[in-house]
C-alpha cells in the first residue's frame, strides 16, 4: 500500500547565530487508515516534523533537504492560499491544550461551522445541523446547549472533545494529533483516547499520534517511530517494538516508562552516557552535512 504521508531525508535548519538543526534527515510514512505514534522525549522534534507538514513552522527556520509528499502531492513549500485548502478538508489537526486553542471571545457554534462553510460550501443551516450532529459524534451531552456556550463555559475534556469534532468535520484524510491528551486528567485522558479510536474507525483516516506516552503508544498505534535530537533512530510495526526494540534509545526509554505492574521497582532514568553518545552522533552528522 502506498503511503498516505510519505517524509523523506527531511533537513530543517533554524537560521540563527549559530545556525541551529532542528530535523536531521527525517523519514516516516502513514499509509491510509494507519495510526502511527511519534514517540520521544520533550526536545526530540515531535512537533516539528508535524509543523512542517502543517506549513506553521518557525518563519526563521527552512527546509534544506528532503520532501513531504502528502496524497501523491509534494507539499513541502507550498504557497499559503494553497495549504489553506489542503488544511482542515484534506489534513486536520488536533492540538496539545484544549484550554487555549479555542477562541475566546467566540461561541462554540461558530468555530464549528466556519470550518464546515470553508471547506464543504454548506449554508448556514445545513452547517448548524452538521456541528450539532459532530458534537453528538463526540458523546457530548446537550451539544445545542454547547454550541451556545463559550470555551471557558467548557471543561478541559468538553473543549477536547470539540477540537476532535472540528478536527473530524470534514472527513480528512490525514489527522496530526500533538499529543492531545496531556492536559487532561487520567480518566479524561482514557475517554479521549477511546473517542479518537472509534472515531479513526468509522471513518478510515489516518492518524499521525505525537506521544511521549507509551502506554498511549501501545493502546492506540499500529507502528512506532521514535526520535531523539531531530533524528529517527527507530522504525517498526508496534507488536515487534514492545516485543524487541532494536535502538538502545528505544530500550532505555521502555525501562524508563513506570509500571503500574511493578509497582515497587525504582525509576530508571535514561542513562547520561546514552544521551552524550547521541548528541555526539548528531553533531556528526550535522559537521558532515554542514
Known sequence: MSALLDIRDLDLWLEARPP???LRRVSLQVAPGQIVGLVGESGAGKTMVSRVV???APANARVTHGSV?????EITHLAHAQRRHLLGREIAFIPQNPMTALNPVERIEPQITDVLRMHLNLD?????????ALLREVHLREPEKILRQYPHELSGG?????LIAIAFACKPKLVIADEPTTALDVTVQKQILQ????????SGTAILFITHDLGVVAKLCGHVVVM???RVLESAPASRLFASPAHAYTRALFAATPRFDRPGDAL???????????FEEARALDARDA
Request: aromatic share 2%; no cysteine.
Open 20 to 22: 541551529r538543526r532542528l
Open 54 to 56: 502543517l506549513g506553521i
Open 69 to 73: 509528499v502528502f496524497d501523491g502531492r
Open 124 to 132: 448556514r443551516s445545513a452547517a448548524s445541523a452538521r456541528a450539532l
Open 158 to 162: 468538553m473543549r477536547q472533545r470539540v
Open 195 to 202: 473517542l479518537i479510536r472509534e472515531l479513526q474507525r468509522n
Open 228 to 230: 531523539h535530537g531531530g
Open 268 to 278: 530508571k532514568p535514561i542513562p547520561a552516557a546514552l544521551t552524550q553518545q547521541l
